[in-house]
């Protein structure tokens, strides 16, 4: 299981920085995703981060603003939120796949066998 922490509510252009933990394993050599569901919309994959080979995915909504990072010495993953607008708003998820350790994007959601509880990010003024 994983714990995302982090969420909370921000105005338009502010900044989050998400957290994603796994109490139970070591992430070091899995690839990591995270989720995003917006009100009233399906849960869809916004950026994959790998364990390996340094790739970083995001999707197009997200280019430029918001940077996925590593910190293997705290079993820590991170998506620095920058410049958010009000379609950002959402759950927030963090997913991993511990039979792949790079990304070729975020992928198929089925693949994710681990997922954390999700945090609520709420962009507004």
């Known amino acids: 299981q994983l714990v995302e922490s982090g969420g909370g509510l921000v105005q338009p252009g502010g900044s989050l920085r998400l957290s994603c933990t796994a109490p139970?394993?070591?992430?070091?050599?899995?690839?990591i995703a995270w989720f995003r569901q917006a009100p009233g919309k399906e849960r869809e994959g916004v950026s994959c981060?790998?364990?390996?080979?340094?790739?970083?995915y995001y999707a197009d909504s997200l280019k430029g603003r918001f940077i996925g990072s590593r910190d293997n010495a705290k079993n820590t993953i991170y998506l620095q939120m920058n410049s958010v607008k009000p379609e950002d708003t959402g759950v927030y998820y963090c997913?991993?796949?511990?039979?792949?350790?790079?990304?070729?994007?975020?992928?198929?959601?089925?693949?994710?066998?681990?997922w954390g509880q999700g945090t609520q990010v709420t962009v507004s003024s």
């Open positions: 139970g394993f070591i992430l070091d050599y899995y690839q």
């Open positions: 981060i790998s364990a390996m080979d340094g790739y970083k």
């Open positions: 997913a991993t796949d511990l039979n792949r350790s790079n990304c070729k994007g975020v992928g198929n959601e089925a693949w994710y066998d681990h």
